[in-house]
């Protein structure tokens, strides 16, 4: 047994519904009840006990908040990490009304084959520990930026060392030298690449989407991830109406990301599917581009989460907090739907169900506010309300 840790003086403690994380078929996210005068125990790394302060049993250290409010980490499911230069002249040009583009990632992918690994791994570090700093503890990250098989490779490996979860996304766009060979290229995905890959992914992703991959070369990808029991996760219905989120349901993804543009049959078949609806309106607000409709994913029963999608192009925020306040104020969620979403609905899009609550044998990630109350978040945008960070009961910001 090892030390053990007493938090206490908890104003606001959000555990999260453990029924619903743990039981992928109690799908209706549930609203936190967050307790008042909450304290709770850690013990190698994990929840040992929570409860009532006055109930705390003894323990070897103690902490006290000073009426401060807990949640458990936030859990970002969406980011692409691996990449070099930056695209902010191309977010100013969209400002000023150039629409975004999937042919914009290629600017990107020329600056990743040019650097080196460090600069990657670094670009990677720095980013994570951004993102620490804004109370995330658990972070997947996507390769997607290098297009050849080494390139993939080596952002892939980079990613499983520094993050939580890997996605190899290798039919991220199709490479420029490539643009008259799309079939041989798919082939070098599902094959070759895949084949290197295979090792180090926690999933395969495909960018499903028009001026990315259409709906027979994504099924040709996702047929070879599920030959080698790879989980899927798809890129879907970010800038149209399309075949990806149907295509996430039939082959049992771990989630849909975007969902920005949905028919009612595609609310439907996530809400009827194990698929999280995975929400990234940092994208949004940074392509200017309508929010996805969050209402209408959440009273069908839909689960949901909320993810930053991280990235040089289309969105290039760390802060889980900003894109749950977007949630709120642009989406309509509640403090609580958007809160859950950002933690339980995160781990579910990893098929993760130790992390995203605070129950008893839960990993002790967890995120100390500045605030009594985790509508703060919401209530006082922009501000840094992060007071400290704790991932597997060690602080990590
Ligand atoms: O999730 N949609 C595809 N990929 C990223 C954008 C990447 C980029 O523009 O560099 C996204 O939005
Ligand atoms: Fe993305």
């Known amino acids: 047994m090892g030390k053990t840790l007493l938090v206490t003086g908890i104003g606001e403690l959000t555990v999260n519904n453990p029924q619903a994380v743990d039981n992928p078929s109690a799908r209706r996210d549930s609203t936190p009840e967050p307790y008042a005068d909450a304290a709770f125990v ?165 960018f499903c989407e028009r001026g990315a991959y259409n709906e027979a070369e ?60 995975t929400l990234l309106p940092g994208v949004e607000f940074s392509t200017r581009s309508p929010y996805p409709d969050a209402r209408a994913l959440l009273d069908a029963g839909a689960s949901v989460a909320i993810a930053t999608d991280c990235n040089p192009g289309s969105c290039y925020t760390s802060s889980m907090p900003f894109c749950f306040a977007l949630a709120v104020r642009e989406m309509r969620m509640s403090p609580g739907e958007a809160l859950y979403a950002a933690t339980a609905g995160g781990a579910r899009a990893l098929r993760r169900g130790d992390i995203g609550h605070l129950a008893v044998g839960a990993r002790a990630d967890f995120t100390v506010l500045d605030a009594p109350s985790f509508l703060h978040l919401a209530y006082r945008p922009g501000v840094p309300l992060i007071h400290s960070v704790w991932k597997n009961g060690d602080r990590v910001g």
């Open 42 to 206: 850690v013990e190698d790394g994990r929840i040992a006990w929570y409860g009532p302060a006055f109930d705390a049993p003894a323990a070897d250290e103690r902490l006290d908040l000073g009426g401060k409010a807990v949640i458990p980490g936030f859990v970002d499911s969406h980011a692409h990490l691996v990449f070099a230069g930056d695209r902010a002249a191309e977010f100013a040009a969209r400002m000023t009304g150039t629409p975004y583009a999937a042919g914009g990632i290629r600017t990107t992918v020329a600056a990743t084959r040019a650097a080196d690994d460090d600069q990657l791994r670094a670009n990677v570090r720095r980013l994570v520990h951004e993102m620490a700093r804004q109370g995330t503890t658990t972070v997947e990250c996507k390769t997607g930026y290098g297009l050849t098989l080494e390139d993939e490779l080596r952002s892939l490996r980079i990613a499983k060392e520094e993050c939580d979860a890997a996605t190899f996304l290798g039919a991220h766009v199709v490479p420029a030298e490539y643009a008259d060979l799309r079939a041989a290229y798919v082939d070098l995905v599902r094959g070759p690449m895949l084949d290197a890959c295979a090792e180090y992914a926690d999933f395969v992703d495909v």
């Open 218 to 277: 994504t099924r040709l990808i996702l047929d070879a991830a599920k030959a080698r029991g790879i989980p899927v996760r798809l890129h879907a219905n970010q800038l149209g109406h399309g075949p990806g989120v149907r295509l996430a349901v039939e082959y049992e993804a771990a989630s849909a990301d975007h969902c920005t543009y949905l028919s009612d049959g595609d609310i439907e078949a996530l809400a009827c599917s194990e698929t999280v609806a």
